[in-house]
């Protein structure tokens, strides 16, 4: 990969970036009781209708968008760091995405027997941790590293 393609790749990571950052802004909003014991109960069935089609929504757009974007920065980083220091840089920020997608896995599964309140608090702490933890830590990383590589 060249110089130029390799800032183009950087500012398509970034866009992918902003893009988990706006998911993780607006999905708390469609619930504000996801701390009570019993956070639907006092919805109306309508309201509960339409979270619950919130939630396989968002779990539709998170599973989709999370596949292709970890294949997205994993193709990258193998083109940027080809050879054997490949594993020692990369093997740890690799084996997050696998956590991650395990975790909404885990979480998709438990989609019928959990209120639509209480999975918009389980994706919500999700995404807290990809932000907080990978984006922040892993991310941030491997950006620094492309960027040295640029230079
Ligand atoms: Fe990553």
């Not at 996801?34 to 309201?47: F, I, K, M, R, Y």
């Not at 599973?63 to 220091?85: L, N």
Request: proline share 3%.
């Amino acid at each position: 990969m060249n110089r130029l393609e390799l800032i183009d790749e950087m500012h398509l990571l970034e866009a992918e970036h902003g893009r988990v950052r706006e998911i993780a802004e607006q999905l708390p909003k469609f619930c504000l009781r996801t701390d009570e014991n019993t956070p639907c109960a006092s919805c109306g069935s309508l309201l509960v209708a339409q979270c619950a089609n919130t939630v396989t929504n968002s779990l539709v757009v998170l599973q989709s968008f999370s596949t292709m974007h970890f294949a997205h920065e994993e193709k990258i980083m193998r083109m940027a760091c080809p050879g054997h220091d490949f594993d020692r840089r990369f093997a740890t920020h690799i084996a997050d995405h696998g956590a991650l997608t395990s975790e909404l896995a885990r979480i998709s599964s438990q989609e019928s027997s959990t209120s639509p309140a209480g999975m918009i608090g389980k994706l919500a702490q999700l995404l807290e941790h990809w932000l907080r933890n990978h984006l922040a830590f892993h991310d941030e990383a491997l950006t620094a590293y492309l960027e040295r590589s640029c230079r």
